[in-house]
């Protein structure tokens, strides 16, 4: 059996609450005088004769210039700096009470006044700039993170234990997860370790270690496996730390601790920056009568679970396939299931544009602007407008049977798989899948020549075109388009060329690698001066998931970068996947669908259309 002790509060980093004034301080005519009248009782480095406000060519020192700080289980450290203004005389004035500061990293602390803490809620470098008027002057924190937290299970002199214990290679856990050399964003917000255990251990010790960063986490558990989680606020300490992360797992028994077990440690790499937008996806089941249909999570709200958005709650019935607009304003769902109604939501009231049983499609993508919708039926591809979800008289010219539409978020192009397996196919199952991409016209509204970018090799389905424009995601599968357990997922040009199956993303075969799409914002990963471009990609896999999914073909999201330069060199272009942990592990989730931005909601409703289909318009 595993067992994954409960959460504790925290002992190593508090919440992150700290904001850094930007409102400049402007000093009254009070302070003023304060100013003058002890410059002029001839304090440290003053000169009475001198303008105490900067003048062009002058210059601010700040002392020190390189303070290190450590914060040790949530214990605040501080500093207090000095600020002078240096003259183009050479004479020196202070000026600590009139600057104001900001810090490159707004979580490694904040400034009251001249005396910065730390808090422990970002570790590494980060740059403060003391700031006075046309002149400024800077400084370098760096802030060290030590903790540990003595979990549920664990004795309370479980560090002792392990601190005086030896190692015996011969009784090693394995990790099972994460996998080693994942390269992960920095706002992930949450870690899972999973590990296997012949050797009859029940005490763990979890730790995440990099250059400015050393935490520990101790829980008890008894098993051949086990798995247990570091809070958002240890994951986001540590991954401020540095630019990869060091995790492992070290076992003793509490009866006889001399001696302890040591997995071989595995290393995360972390992008320079956060991932953005939103994901919206479809759980088409649950656990235990619980509500399933759309949910969403926010990558601004890392460590969160995933909000119920469109379910059985709100819709009252089955909701399903979905897609969302850039701007995070309109959703397309369908209702009952393939060939069942459908509708355009206003995301923020959650209100349908087109009542239930009036309008019918099953797979749509909205135009970058959000002014069209391309919306399949029995191979058609009908546009509409992006606001209502009307059809407006218009089908896309494929010349043959068309389903799985995606825009390039160039505006420029529409890819869509093309069926050729016949008249009568479902838009969901089909054979002998090739992927086509017809040219568009947004300012008129005009449709170019179809051509074929992708044929051979197998079905090929479900395409997705990147952030740039310059690369197109799919599907390839030996039989049908739906829930194919031969399903991998490939890349190519957006010509078609230089197609290639994605073997890290993938892992292997018959997993199910299904409906991957494009994060819409670009990300970079490396050291300064030689970063590297990188795309996320999300897609549903049946693999398993360390030790808590292992042989059941349950569906989940994972994640993996796609680098666009890696493609010509020998090697992969992605990285070992990674499971995004705001999932319901008993859900099976699928089509996960992007949005540059998470809509709040609650704002006034929108009259939603009560007309019956006119004409032109797709009914049943």
């Not at 505006?411 to 199952?429: E, I, K, M, P, Q």
Request: charged share 15%; hydrophobic share 40%; proline share 8%.
């Amino acid at each position: 059996m595993s067992m994954r002790p409960s959460p504790a509060p925290s002992t190593i980093v508090r919440p992150f609450t700290y904001v850094v004034p930007e409102a400049r301080r402007r000093r009254a005519p009070l302070a003023l005088a304060v100013a003058l009248v002890l410059a002029a009782c001839g304090g440290p480095g003053s000169d009475d004769s001198e303008d105490p406000d900067p003048q062009p060519g002058e210059s601010l020192e700040v002392t020190p210039s390189l303070a290190r700080l450590e914060v040790v289980n949530g214990i605040e450290a501080t500093q207090a700096f000095t600020v002078t203004l240096v003259k183009l005389s050479g004479a020196r004035i202070d000026v600590t009470d009139r600057v104001r500061w900001t810090l490159g990293d707004p979580l490694i602390g904040s400034f009251a006044g001249a005396l910065f803490t730390a808090r422990g809620g970002s570790a590494g470098i980060s740059t403060a700039t003391a700031t006075l008027d046309i002149v400024d002057g800077s400084a370098s924190i760096e802030v060290f993170v030590r903790g540990v937290r003595v979990g549920t299970g664990a004795p309370p002199n479980a560090p002792d234990l392990f601190a005086t214990a030896t190692l015996d290679p011969a009784q090693s856990p394995v990790i099972a997860y994460p996998p080693d050399q994942a390269i992960v964003p920095r706002n992930l917000g949450d870690l899972e370790m999973h590990w296997r255990d012949a050797f009859g251990h029940d005490l763990y010790e979890m730790s995440m270690v990099n250059d400015h960063v050393d935490l520990k986490v101790y829980v008890g558990a008894t098993g051949a496996t086990g798995w247990s989680s570091f809070l958002t606020g240890e994951w986001y300490a540590a991954s401020m730390g540095g630019r990869q992360l060091t995790v492992n797992v070290r076992a003793m028994r509490v009866a006889s601790p001399a001696t302890f077990g040591a997995a071989t440690p595995r290393v995360l790499k972390l992008t320079n920056n956060d991932l953005e937008g939103g994901l919206y996806y479809w759980a088409a089941t649950s656990a235990m009568g619980a509500p399933y249909g759309i949910f969403r999570h926010d990558f601004g709200n890392p460590g969160q679970p995933a909000e119920p958005f469109y379910t059985t709650t709100e819709a009252g019935r089955c909701v399903a396939c979905h897609a969302l607009s850039r701007n995070g304003e309109r959703m397309t769902i369908v209702w009952d299931g393939g060939n069942g109604s459908s509708t355009v939501l206003d995301v923020a009231s959650q209100t349908p544009m087109i009542p239930h049983n009036q309008q019918f499609w099953n797979f749509a993508a909205y135009s970058p602007d959000g002014a069209r919708l391309v919306t399949s039926r029995q191979g058609t591809l009908t546009v509409r407008d992006g606001v209502t979800g009307l059809a407006t008289g218009v089908t896309v010219p494929t010349g043959a049977f068309a389903s799985h539409p995606d825009f390039s978020p160039l505006g420029n192009l529409l890819v869509y798989a093309r069926s050729t397996s016949g008249a009568g196919a479902d838009d969901w199952h089909f054979t002998g899948g090739e992927i086509a991409a017809i040219p568009f016209d947004p300012a008129a509204g005009t449709w170019g020549t179809p051509t074929t970018i992708i044929t051979g090799g197998g079905n090929n389905y479900y395409p997705s075109v990147s952030p740039d424009g310059q690369w197109v995601l799919f599907n390839r599968s030996t039989e049908d388009a739906y829930d194919d357990g031969s399903a991998e997922l490939w890349v190519a040009r957006i010509d078609g060329s230089g197609a290639r199956k994605l073997d890290l993303a993938n892992v292997g075969p018959g997993l199910t690698n299904s409906w991957a799409r494009w994060a819409p914002f670009r990300s970079n990963f490396g050291p300064d001066g030689a970063t590297e471009d990188l795309f996320w990609i999300t897609w549903s896999t049946k693999r398993d998931f360390g030790v808590r999914l292992v042989g059941v073909s349950k569906p989940q999201l994972w994640m993996s970068p796609f680098f666009p330069g890696r493609v010509a060199a020998a090697g992969d272009p992605t990285a070992p996947a990674f499971r995004l942990p705001f999932q319901d592990i008993l859900s099976n989730n699928h089509i996960a669908q992007w949005t540059e931005v998470v809509v709040p909601i609650g704002r006034m409703q929108l009259t939603p259309l009560r007309a019956e289909p006119g004409p032109g318009q797709a009914g049943r």
